[in-house]
Structure formats: C-alpha cells, structure tokens
C-alpha cells in the first residue's frame, strides 16, 4: 500500500474535475497513453494505482469505462481480465480486423470472391492458398468467417 507520501504525490498529478467527467493525469505517460507513476522503483500504472487506492486491491487489468487511457477518474475504473477487456474492444468497435489489421493479407474483395470460389465448388481450399500465397489453414479461417468475421457472405 502507498505511504502517506506517496498518496500526496499521488493526488498532486491528479486534475479532477466533475464526478462524471474524466479525470486528467499531469504527470508521465506512458508511451501507449496510460499514466504512470514512479512507486517503489518501478512505473505503475496511475489507473491502476487509483483502483488501488480506492478499492484495496488490485484486479488483473483494470479498465476504462470511458475509453480515456489518461483517466484516472476512480468512477470511470472497472476491474477486469484480458477476455474483458478485449470482450470489450469487440463490442465498442474498437478491433483492428481485415484490411485495418496490420498482419492482414487478404482485401475484403478476395475474401468474397474466395467464399464464392468455395461454395460453388469452384476451387479448393488448397488451389485458393496457392492462388493468393497463403496457407490452407489461412484460407479456411478467412472462408470459415473465423477471421473477417465483420464481412457479410
């Protein structure tokens, strides 16, 4: 737990404002964005510490409600998983995924005419990797709908 020094230097960083409105972090960040506070010779997170401070424990993840990584409004901090959070990120819209994915190698027009190609039997999933330079298992997820799950059929 914080020393009483600590909770001082603590509280100096934090800008609060109205119970509902966000509250501002003036100190460091890291560079992802979350605040981060110096305390016994490591960089915490300033949320974390917040639910912390306010809650006496300090859950896996600890999550935003108001999607503001500089907030440490305890109102806005939830306890959380990594399932959660990215449960989460799913459903606010927030996932990168096909062509906004880093890693993708498909467009979302291959990916149709692949879907197309399959259920009419005109190629197999074999012949639709080698077509597009990827691997068997590749194409199933993309055909299957386990990756561009978003892409209507």
């Not at 603590?10 to 509902?20: D, E, L, P, Q």
């Not at 819209?93 to 039997?121: I, P, S």
Request: proline share 5%; with cysteine.
């Amino acid at each position: 737990m914080l020393r009483d020094a600590d909770r001082r230097r603590f509280a100096a960083k934090v800008i609060a404002a109205s119970a509902g409105a966000c509250w501002r972090w003036s100190g460091s960040h890291f560079s992802t964005g979350y605040p981060a506070f110096w305390l016994d010779g490591q960089n915490r997170g300033g949320h974390r510490v917040m639910f912390e401070l306010v809650h006496g424990w300090s859950p896996p993840l600890v999550m935003h409600s108001c999607d503001t990584r500089g907030c440490v409004n305890p109102r806005h901090l939830l306890p959380g998983t990594p399932l959660a959070n990215q449960s989460d990120m799913w459903a606010k819209g927030r996932g990168a995924w096909g062509e906004h994915h880093t890693n993708h190698k498909l467009t979302a027009d291959q990916v149709r005419v692949m879907r197309a190609a399959a259920a009419r039997g005109q190629a197999s999933v074999r012949a639709l990797a080698h077509a597009h330079g990827m691997t068997p298992e590749g194409v199933r997820a993309a055909i299957s709908g386990k990756t561009w799950r978003h892409l209507a059929p």
